[in-house]
């Protein structure tokens, strides 16, 4: 794209919610200045390595951290959101910077690894060659969870999706909003209003929870992911948290059989597609997941004997 073409462009498309770093020295400029939001998560993410890594940027919006991403040296992005009018963001962003990163803007992010299956699970991608037992392992090395988790009813929920579609040890970044309320505390507040008529968290109808932060270590520790960094910054009585974690093993002492009772989660039952991710966490094995799809009986080899994985087998 010509300067002028990129100029028109931005303009528009205009409002924009990220600062996206174009050609020709333009950047989009952002509706808001979250400028300290955004230093906060970068503080954070110093201490991860993408170079040749995939990642998975969900709820990538205008796309600042997938492009971003590619920048600091990720072999693979991908992008997911609901949100059609920020496709056209990302879309034009992607062609000005003549980036790679794929676009998946209809994946929720409490079905992250259903909605992926075409790229998960695909024949024709490069790190699986085969969907055969022994195709390479399409699983993300880095996962974003970036200004989220305040947004979603289930948030817990969206983080053992994230943890799904990730390999073992790989890390996740997750930034949200926290409460400051009392910090030797685990609970989330809830987004209702005070007696003033003022909400607790902020004033949106789009936000339903801020978690303490001993909740949030909690919360990532229940749903596979080892906190190993976070920083923070303060507000009123909301400030913003960025989390490096890592992926986990499955273990009984993180919520683990109740994680495989996916049958148990509400608008869940009798998805044997979920609860094969879920097995996926349990076993961390991609080949795994697909046996226990593809052949029941696959399960004899495992020397696991929870009566959870079984009931889900039968
Ligand atoms: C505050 S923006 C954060 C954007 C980006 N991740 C960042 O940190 O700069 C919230 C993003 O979450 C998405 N989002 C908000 N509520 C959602 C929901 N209930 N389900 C799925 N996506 C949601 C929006 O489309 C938007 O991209």
Known sequence: MTKDEIEKEVERLSPWY???ALPFGITTQP???IRPVWD???SARSKIDYVGKKVLDIAAFDGMWSFEAEDLGAELVISTDCNWIALQHFLMCKQARNSKAIPFYNVPPHDLYNRLDSYLKGRDCKWAPSCDVGGGDTRFDVVHHLGLFYHLV???QSLLQARSVMREGGSLLFETAYSMSDKNQSHMVFN???DDGTYRIYPDTTTWWAPTLKCIEEILLACLFKPVFHCEITGDTCGRTCFVAEAIPFSEKHHGSEILNSF????YSNRSDLAAAN???AFDTWRAADKMLGQQKAYEGFKYD???ILSLLK
């Open 306 to 308: 929870s009566e959870g």
């Open 279 to 281: 097995l996926a966490i």
């Open 154 to 156: 289930d948030p817990v």
């Open 40 to 42: 906060n998560i970068r």
């Open 264 to 267: 148990r989660t509400p608008g």
């Open 192 to 194: 209702g209003r005070n």
């Open 18 to 20: 990220h600062a996206i």
């Open 31 to 33: 509706l808001w200045d």
